[in-house]
């Protein structure tokens, strides 16, 4: 009977096992060469507020090993303090061709794809990386991507990030979250299923593709803007490739509230996108699922059960941080993928009882493949 129970639990684990696998395979897999001829980038760069950071973060894109760059900042707000911080970093690199400016455009209901059009307008070259301000990427980062992009039939390049830099329990949460769940799902979902899985920290793509499904306008209209343009790719028969060359999103200090506003969010998201993908991602959580059939059958089997469970899954987290490059104390993975579990399961219920979101003082309805309309005050 406490085998019965514990079914569900055992094949989260098993699936847990093939997102492992599956991330390795991408971290693993080896980089193309890169071609004889490397093409003129426009890197943009959407600012809001003063991340946990971001001078440091600037200054990683200042620094890349590319021959022919430029970087176009910018925010919607003339008075955010972020403008004065890239500005201050830019002009430690005089000579380098970097654009501050305030890019306000009312095409869409997506902020920041009205802030990517209005930078774009500043852009000298014909192939764009959208790279968010919370980025910290090494030196050949850009020089892998633009590899990627040279092979034949490929039209957009995204990249695995790691969760680092971050302060408190919410952000030990985070950090886990982003390590584990979501880059093995990432890499399931492009290594093992040939399913476009994009997520926008990182996004490398040629204007005249962009232009083809809409442009911002288009994406914009999505809350998942970054995902619509991986299938929009697809649909154009254009590759998607995800880079196993990892770039960090650095989280800073973090309470358990934003990870769960964070995650709630990307829930609503994964939800419209795919139903059945939705369903079934409740059982890639097998901690709670063990925990739930302990309540039922309150047995010493089913107990021996839970905490095999429990410590195999904290195990395999431990192995995926450490082949990212993380390291933390060996005895935060028991608690921290606990509590993890049993948060992330709680809110994986919330996008079927509420289809709207708070963004940016707006309140927007998510209809289907995130496509948002506003909500009259």
């Keep these: 009977m406490a085998l019965l129970w514990a079914i569900p639990a055992l094949l989260g684990l098993a699936l847990v096992l093939i997102f492992r696998y599956a991330q390795g395979r991408v971290l693993s897999a080896a980089p193309p060469p890169p071609p004889a001829s490397l093409p003129p980038v426009t890197i943009l760069k959407p600012l809001k507020g003063v991340d946990e950071g971001l001078e440091r973060n600037l200054r990683s894109f200042f620094r890349q090993d590319y021959p022919a760059y430029e970087l176009v900042m910018g925010s919607p707000d003339a008075d955010d303090p972020a403008l004065e911080v890239a500005r201050r970093v830019a002009a430690e690199f005089p000579g380098f061709p970097a654009r501050v400016v305030v890019g306000r455009e009312s095409l869409c209901p997506n902020p920041k794809m009205n802030l990517l059009a209005g930078l774009s307008r500043h852009a000298s070259h014909s192939i764009f990386l959208i790279s968010d301000s919370n980025i910290e990427a090494?030196?050949?980062?850009l020089r892998d991507l633009a590899a990627h992009l040279h092979r034949p039939g490929v039209g957009l390049v995204s990249s695995l990030f790691r969760g680092s830099g971050w302060r408190g329990l919410g952000g030990a949460l985070e950090s886990l979250q982003l390590n584990t769940f979501v880059m093995g799902g990432v890499s399931a979902a492009y290594r093992l299923?040939?399913?476009?899985?994009?997520?926008?920290?990182?996004?490398?793509?040629?204007?005249?593709?962009?232009?083809?499904?809409g442009g911002f306008e288009f994406l914009g209209a999505?809350?998942?803007?970054?995902?619509?343009?991986?299938?929009?790719?697809?649909?154009?028969?254009?590759?998607?490739?995800?880079?196993?060359?990892l770039i960090d999103n650095v989280l800073?200090?973090?309470?358990?509230?934003?990870?769960?506003?964070?995650?709630?969010?990307?829930?609503?998201?994964?939800?419209?996108?795919?139903?059945?993908?939705?369903?079934?991602?409740?059982?890639?959580n097998p901690v709670p699922l063990a925990l739930l059939a302990l309540a039922i059958v309150p047995t010493v089997p089913m107990a021996?059960?839970?905490?095999?469970?429990?410590?195999?899954?904290?195990?395999?987290?431990?192995?995926?941080?450490?082949?990212?490059?993380?390291?933390?104390?060996?005895?935060?993975?028991?608690?921290?993928e606990l509590l993890r579990g049993i948060l992330t399961a709680v809110v994986w219920f919330v996008p079927f009882f509420s289809g709207s979101v708070n963004w940016r003082g707006d309140r927007l309805k998510i209809g289907a493949r995130t496509r948002l309309a506003r909500i009259p005050s």
């Design 138 to 141: 090494d030196p050949g980062y």
């Design 193 to 213: 299923m040939n399913i476009p899985c994009v997520v926008g920290k990182s996004m490398l793509f040629r204007r005249e593709d962009l232009d083809s499904m």
């Design 222 to 245: 999505h809350l998942a803007e970054d995902q619509v343009c991986g299938e929009e790719m697809k649909a154009q028969g254009r590759g998607v490739v995800v880079s196993g060359r």
């Design 252 to 284: 800073g200090r973090r309470t358990v509230g934003t990870f769960l506003d964070r995650h709630e969010r990307w829930c609503r998201i994964r939800r419209r996108i795919s139903l059945a993908a939705y369903v079934a991602e409740f059982f890639v």
């Design 304 to 336: 021996i059960v839970f905490g095999s469970i429990w410590l195999t899954a904290s195990a395999i987290a431990a192995s995926a941080e450490r082949r990212a490059g993380v390291r933390r104390p060996l005895w935060h993975y028991p608690p921290l």
